[in-house]
């Protein structure tokens, strides 16, 4: 083995992009936040093999100094900061000095650049970190920086990209993120010289989100905005019915970083609770504004993460945010012929992914859909924030010609004056489902397969599971008498023993009296062992060990035991055991108090599982199933 030695400048290089550039998105990611740095308000980004053949970013910001080009592709140089007491108030996207640097090493990279007070412009010229050339040109304002043959010195790292495609997928994934991010800023994505993305920069989140969602997933939106000083967030929240089985619809960005955070994930997904079914995940796109003395931002290469100086407050700041803007919601979900609206999205970027494979321009000129989405982005909006106000407004009482009270008749409604075929008067602001103002309204119709209820309500028909909403009223009782009642232990026989780690151990030493609090009886029973000789009485007959487990690991996040969540999916449990099954008879006696327990229920939409317990279809989708309408 050889002696130690100091590696040449060329190795380091490497060796740090190693870190900084995985693919070419981590390119896009550190040129994008480079240039809103720069104070950019238009963007444009260009692709050409999946970016490792050809990658342009293109910013309308503040330029580059003749003298200071050379500089910015040096390890450690940049503008962002001067001394380490910047580090604690740090208010820019890039900071490091890394990013150009890494990336020139292992590519070939030109840089155009011009500052608005000068009159020519820089172009520089820098391969595999060795300066080529430095010249002046003629050019607009701005910079604009392009790589060619990513990789094209370390073949080694070269292998280890997929294909064009795929690698667009990721360059597409981190170019939505970032629009999301910086809604204010005007984006252009084009991959291969076809346009695949194009924000309008108008400040509105709803603009930036509809390119890339499309309107089905705009309407099933809620809009959150908190403000505690040192803590804001705003933004939008989905409906649990366009949940998906991956994190890919979770979005953050904290003072207009994208990044991502267990901390957030936990707290929105905690606040989700069990109005989502297992392994489903919420659609959230949220940005955070926080005082920069209150979150470190260097603790990663690619400044994907951050670390909060009192991640409790952020994680419970942020799930009862979210808390309060599901609250009050109606979630029935209303049955349609039709692909859930994430299935939609997925079909879409399926079929976009097919006509790149096939070299195929999309059929309509791009400029019309351009136009079209914008407009549409516009009328999402606005729909969002009439459902807003809908629910901010006093409810009028429903028409009696329109809603007759259960025990009557109702009479058929009546096609518009107009004499439109198939076209009905449509009743605006009318109570909700579930709501007391709705309750004479509403008609039981009877019972199908032993187990579905269908209700008649205005132009809807309503189905609810019996099973599911028995087992929601159930938990929510269980949970309350849980919560009110004083705490009693039930014995072990024989006692638990549980074998902790260090951060366990380090959790269970700060709350033990917590825990003696909640019911739970433990001492030390050697090394890392630990004695569990009783546990509250309502979970003797549970395995108190994945409970015990359970509530360690939400301690991490909350420090706070009245946080239960583990103890929520075991009450569950309990109150699916307990509730009436699928199959069994109930009079339309039971069925009519089953709606109005309902009724009194947090969330009344769910079952414990996440699964929904009503589902509504409207006139005019049974109108069209029966083909009365076209």
């Known amino acids: 083995m050889s002696g130690i030695h100091v590696l040449d400048p060329i190795t380091i290089d490497k060796i740090a992009a190693g870190e900084v550039v995985e693919r070419p998105a981590s390119v896009v990611k550190e040129l994008v936040e480079n240039a809103i740095d720069a104070g950019a308000t238009r963007l444009s980004i260009e692709i050409e093999g999946g970016g490792s053949k050809l990658l342009r970013v293109s910013d309308n910001g503040c330029g580059i100094a003749p003298e200071d080009v050379p500089l910015a592709f040096l390890r450690h140089a940049t503008s962002k900061i001067q001394s380490a007491g910047d580090l604690g108030s740090l208010s820019s996207l890039g900071f490091r000095g890394e990013a150009l640097a890494s990336i020139c090493a292992v590519a070939r990279v030109e840089l155009i650049t011009k500052r608005s007070p000068d009159l020519t412009a820089t172009r520089y010229l820098i391969e595999g970190g060795r300066e080529k050339l430095v010249e002046e040109i003629g050019a607009p304002d701005g910079t604009t920086v392009v790589v060619r043959d990513l990789f094209y010195n370390t073949p080694g790292r070269a292998k280890f990209l997929k294909t064009a495609v795929t690698e667009a997928a990721h360059v597409g994934a981190i170019v939505e993120r970032l629009i999301m991010s910086n809604p204010d800023i005007a984006f252009t994505f084009l991959v291969n010289g076809q346009k695949k993305l194009l924000s309008s920069g108008s400040g509105k989140l709803t603009d930036a989100l509809f390119p890339i969602y499309g309107k089905e997933v705009m309407r099933q939106l809620l809009p959150v905005c908190t403000d505690e000083g040192d803590l804001k967030a705003e933004g939008l929240l989905g409906k649990p019915q366009i949940s998906r089985g991956n994190r890919d619809f979770e979005t953050f960005s904290v003072n207009g970083r994208y990044l991502k955070s267990r901390i957030l994930q936990r707290a929105i997904e905690d606040a989700y609770g069990t109005r989502l079914m297992q392994h489903q995940y919420p659609f959230a796109c949220l940005m955070l504004t926080v005082d920069t003395s209150l979150v470190d931002v260097n603790v990663h290469p690619t400044k994907l993460e951050v670390r909060f100086s009192d991640e409790q407050r952020v994680y419970h700041f942020l799930r009862d945010c979210v808390k309060a803007a599901l609250e009050g919601q109606e979630m029935i979900r ?77 009479e058929p409604l009546e096609p518009e004056k107009t004499g439109k075929p198939g076209t009905y008067v449509q009743q605006s602001f009318q109570p909700a489902f579930l709501s007391e103002e709705a309750k004479p309204y509403r008609r039981i119709v009877g019972q199908i397969l032993d187990t579905y209820w269908i209700c008649e309500y205005s132009d809807k028909v309503f189905v609810f599971d019996q099973h599911a909403a028995h087992e929601r009223v159930l938990f929510e009782r269980f949970m309350k008498q849980y919560e009110k009642r004083e705490i009693s232990s039930q014995l072990l026989a024989p006692p638990l023993v549980v074998t902790l780690d260090a951060k366990e151990e380090a959790l269970l030493t700060t709350y033990l009296e917590a825990f003696a609090a909640l019911g739970f009886e433990i001492e030390a029973f050697g090394e890392r062992d630990y004695l569990i000789r009783a546990v509250p009485y309502s979970l003797g007959n549970l395995n108190s060990g994945d409970l015990f487990r359970g509530l360690l690991d939400q301690l991490e996040f909350s420090g706070d035991l009245r946080d239960l969540r583990a103890y929520i999916t075991k009450v569950a449990t309990e109150a699916c055991k307990a509730a009436v099954k699928g199959g069994e008879s109930l009079s339309k006696a039971e069925a009519q108090m089953l709606l109005e327990d309902l009724m009194e229920c947090e969330d009344p939409y769910h079952c414990p599982h996440g699964r929904p317990t009503i589902l509504s279809f409207t006139r005019e989708e049974i109108e069209k199933r029966f083909k009365r309408i076209v």
Request: aromatic share 2%; charged share 40%.
């Open 334 to 410: 209303t049955a349609s012929a039709g692909p859930e609206p994430h299935s939609v999205r997925k079909k879409e970027t399926e079929e976009a992914g097919e006509r790149e494979v096939r070299k195929e321009r999309p059929p309509e000129p791009f400029e019309r859909r351009a136009g079209a989405v914008l407009e549409e982005a516009s009328k999402a909006e606005q729909h969002l924030w009439e459902a807003m106000e809908e629910t901010e407004k006093a409810v009028p009482a429903i028409p009696a010609a329109r809603n007759k009270p259960q025990e009557e008749d109702p």
